[in-house]
């Protein structure tokens, strides 16, 4: 992507009504269009989306193909789609609006912040779908899986909210599976190495984002864990 395009779609973003963001982890905040301050925290439901239906993450969203699919299959839902690269959030956030979806919108953070916009309680479920594994040892607690994040993700969930994780990467999957063992406040639900080799257990798993397709053109399987958090 040329430096002239990144640009424009920053310059997009800022005027986009779906879309927040924080520029400063050290101090979490965010604005929306125009830069305009906004405290939406606890207020989600009220603020943005005007009503009282649950509210789902998708972290690490990328292009927010999926968060964008869940909100079309679910109306009666409200899709947030967090990813700290505005041009990825840019496709997303575009194709919500010129779609109407008025149920689905962009957080650009950090994730590791993710509890200074959300009340406890106020969210009801996330989806991680392929993020970077991070296979390193030395990296392990950047994984999305891993007890550091689960215990953010403990903060602003209700009791006993649902976790999805779709992956690729058998590793990262058997660390996520075991960091839910390992857990006594997470109950895992179900866990599928290679969902396609059967009919699907529930039609949403069927959403393909780019990489997916990617990784199943490479002959990967596709696996896919739900747990609870308490």
């Not at 869940?70 to 009666?76: D, I, S």
């Not at 953070?109 to 959300?118: G, K, P, Q």
């Not at 994984?143 to 649902?162: A, D, M, N, Q, V």
Request: glycine share 6%; charged share 25%; with cysteine.
């Amino acid at each position: 992507m040329s430096r002239k395009n990144k640009l424009q779609k920053f310059a997009d973003v800022l005027s986009f009504p779906n879309v927040y963001e924080c520029y400063d982890v050290q101090h979490p905040s965010l604005v929306g269009v125009g830069m305009q301050p906004v405290d939406l925290k606890g207020r989600w439901r009220t603020a943005h989306f005007h009503n009282e239906n649950p509210i789902v993450l998708e972290l690490a969203c990328g292009g927010g193909e999926y968060t964008v699919a869940l909100a079309q299959q679910f109306a009666n839902h409200n899709f947030i789609g967090v990813d700290i690269k505005g041009n990825r959030i840019w496709r997303g956030a575009k194709t919500a609006l010129e779609t109407g979806l008025t149920n689905a919108a962009f957080l650009r953070t950090r994730i590791e912040v993710i509890e200074y916009f959300f009340a406890p309680g106020e969210v009801d479920e996330i989806w991680i779908t392929f993020p970077d594994p991070f296979p390193r040892p030395s990296k392990v607690n950047r994984r999305l899986t891993s007890p550091f994040f689960i215990e953010k993700y403990r903060r602003i969930l209700r009791p006993g909210g649902l976790v999805h994780l779709k992956h690729d990467d058998p590793d990262f999957f058997r660390f996520t599976l075991d960091t839910v063992a390992n857990d006594p406040r997470c109950r895992l639900l179900y866990a599928d190495d290679d969902i396609y080799a059967h009919p699907l257990p529930w039609p949403e798993l069927g959403i393909r984002t780019r990489y997916e397709s990617m990784h199943l053109a490479e002959g990967k399987t596709i696996k896919y864990a739900r747990f609870q958090i308490h």
